[in-house]
């Protein structure tokens, strides 16, 4: 919108009745009453919009098609950078049916076929089985938007005059958004050769981190996954041996009073499952015994087994909540094995010295 010493620039318009009501910001100048302005459209801009908003036609109907007849439009909104549509449906769509409805849109959009608009009564519109919004109020003469032979739709929006001017379609995004309502998110023409272009160069930086081409990353991939996961079996067969080697050694350890052994240690270098490894292989040894133990690598973690024969006197749960509220932490579990966390690391060694004293009290 211009004018002399005037400018704005449009952001929306709307309109009301008869009444057009645009949304601008002001960017020279001020506006005054009874004074006419020009008004210029950028074409571009214009063409992505149109482009999106006949890509939404075909989408809703290759929606009705891939997901069933029940999908009815439940909102939408188009800008010349995307489109977003939602509708009614009561699960995620898999990745299947989001690429046979791209296939769908994409086909259609090859076919290169005509747009026709034209204006007819509300009953002239309905003999066409042209799809309108469940709730929305129509005048007595609408507006049918037709893709021959695969949409007929009420709409008041800018549209391109033929379907192939679309170039290329796109879905960025699937989700729900509300209880039997999902949404999609796509990109058109331009818009989805920079999405598609953007995603090759990702991939692209991946395979070179690997050492790899686009061409074969999916099998370097694989490979690495083989090989991780004999690593973790690995690992884990080491994890077991340290553990049965450490439980050894706490076994000599151990300390005693009226016939119950128990053990309690601190760590720097265990996480919560090495703890109960060592826990269990020193249970399976000792048929009455306490033990109690402490890590504090990468956060503060607990760990209390309890021979099921001394339940009855001391419960593992009751030594970790103790442990959990010395040290800021919370916890619980089973009377025989309990785990705790805390949160004061200069807490945790005097923590433990008073559980000490409290499983001696308590045996």
């Not at 699960?91 to 849109?105: A, D, M, N, R, S």
């Not at 081409?213 to 690495?224: A, Y």
Request: negative net charge.
């Amino acid at each position: 919108m211009y004018a002399d010493n005037f400018r704005a620039k449009v952001l929306d318009v709307q309109k009301q009745k008869d009444i057009f009501i645009h949304t601008v910001i002001l960017e020279e100048g001020t506006l005054e009453e009874n004074k006419e302005y020009n008004l210029s459209v950028n074409k571009i801009r214009k063409m992505d919009i149109a482009k999106n908003h006949a890509a939404t036609h075909l989408l809703h109907k290759a929606l009705k098609e891939v997901v069933g007849a029940h999908v009815q439009q439940a909102g939408s909104l188009v800008d010349d950078e995307k489109l977003r549509f939602d509708f009614s449906h009561y699960e995620g769509l898999t990745e299947e049916q989001i690429l046979k409805i791209e296939e769908i849109v994409n086909e259609k959009i090859r076919e290169n076929i005509e747009i026709s608009v034209q204006y007819c009564s509300m009953d002239e519109a309905k003999k066409l089985g042209a799809t309108m919004l469940f709730g929305d109020k129509y005048g007595d003469v609408v507006r049918v938007v037709t893709v021959k032979d695969f949409s007929i739709e009420l709409c008041g929006g800018t549209h391109i005059d033929n379907i192939g001017k679309i170039g290329l379609f796109k879905i960025i995004s699937e989700g729900g958004i509300a209880a039997g309502v999902r949404r999609i998110e796509a990109k058109t023409g331009y818009g989805a050769f920079l999405f598609e272009r953007e995603e090759a160069e990702k991939i692209n930086n991946i395979a070179k981190k690997l050492k790899a081409n686009s061409l074969n990353l999916v099998e370097k991939v694989d490979k690495i996954i083989e090989t991780s996961k004999e690593q973790e079996k690995e690992i884990e067969s080491l994890k077991q041996k340290i553990a049965s080697y450490e439980s050894a050694s706490m076994l000599q350890n151990m300390e005693e009073i009226n016939g119950v052994k128990f053990l309690i240690a601190e760590f720097k270098d265990k996480q919560a499952g090495d703890l109960r490894e060592i826990i269990d292989k020193i249970k399976d040894k000792e048929e009455s015994c306490v033990v109690v133990l402490a890590s504090t690598f990468e956060k503060i973690s607990f760990a209390v087994g309890v021979s099921k024969s001394l339940t009855s006197k001391i419960k593992a749960g009751d030594i970790v909540k103790k442990l959990a509220e010395l040290t800021g932490g919370k916890g619980g579990g089973r009377p025989d094995f309990a785990q705790a966390g805390g949160k004061d690391l200069e807490k945790v060694t005097p923590a433990m010295k008073e559980i000490k004293e409290f499983i001696e009290a308590s045996l």
